[in-house]
């Protein structure tokens, strides 16, 4: 089977060598489809693969595009698995499955909070509730994730999920014990003190903005690389 990668740019992206040490045998390829237009992507996905992983910044015209959208690909409008089945294209969404693991993996208690909006934010966020937490969502545009929010009232039980913009950071870091972070800068309210015995998982592997230190957990982007792709191999051999 014939599978590939689609974002641009991402000659940097380490998923080929990730697929090549889960499948040495051979048997299926794994390609980078590199364009800069999300159509002319597309367009290879269809000629030529059997399914594509899908990277900044196309997750969300991903999950437009595709025939069949799963319900967290409904939920939060991003999509970074693409497969043909039955003769469409079903979206899949292996950021929910990934961080959804790694929180499962180490069973905390507590609310979360994740920083950003973007496509892996929502996912993550929509992880956190579905197991159980009250999730902050804290971006600088807050309206973005007040309709995101918005959508998705009453998802999971009694957790709920409450949008704040970035000035709010200060006040409610006390109340949370597990940080997801997803925006590609530091922000100077995240700081050695305020972090003191919490847990911060980054999104980026590329450029991290955070390090392991004393006051705090850290759990690197490669980590969420790693379970991703776990989660996207799998759906792509079933």
């Known amino acids: 089977m014939k599978f590939g990668l689609i974002g641009y740019p991402i000659s940097h992206s380490q998923s080929p ?3 090549a ?3 040495p045998g051979g048997e299926h390829s794994y390609e980078l489809i590199e364009e800069p237009d999300f159509d002319r992507a597309y367009s290879r996905f269809v000629e030529g693969y059997d399914a594509v992983n899908v990277t900044t910044p196309f997750k969300e015209l991903a999950a437009a595009r595709a025939d069949v959208a799963n319900d ?5 409008g991003a999509s970074n698995l693409l497969k043909k089945e039955g003769g469409k294209v079903h979206a899949y969404n292996t950021d929910y499955l990934g961080v959804k693991h790694v929180m499962e993996e180490r069973a905390f208690k507590g609310d979360v ?3 950003g909006c973007g496509g892996a934010a929502k996912a993550a966020a929509l992880a956190a509730v579905d197991a159980g937490h009250n999730v902050f969502v804290a971006n600088r545009d807050e309206q973005r994730a007040v309709r995101f929010l918005a959508s998705n009232i009453g998802r999971s039980g009694s957790a709920v999920m409450l949008a704040v913009g970035l ?3 200060e006040s409610i870091l006390p109340s949370v014990s597990f940080i997801i972070y997803c925006v590609p800068v530091a922000l100077p309210q995240l700081n050695d003190a305020t972090l003191a015995g919490k847990t911060l998982f980054e999104a980026n592997y590329r450029a991290a903005q955070y390090a392991a230190g004393s006051t705090y957990e850290y759990i690197p982007g490669e980590v969420w ?5 776990v989660e996207s191999f799998n759906l792509m051999l079933a």
């Open 17 to 19: 060598a990730l697929f």
């Open 72 to 76: 967290v690909v409904k939920a939060c």
């Open 113 to 115: 909070l994740v920083v």
């Open 21 to 23: 040490a889960a499948y």
């Open 167 to 169: 000035g709010m950071l």
């Open 225 to 229: 690389l790693e379970a991703q792709g």
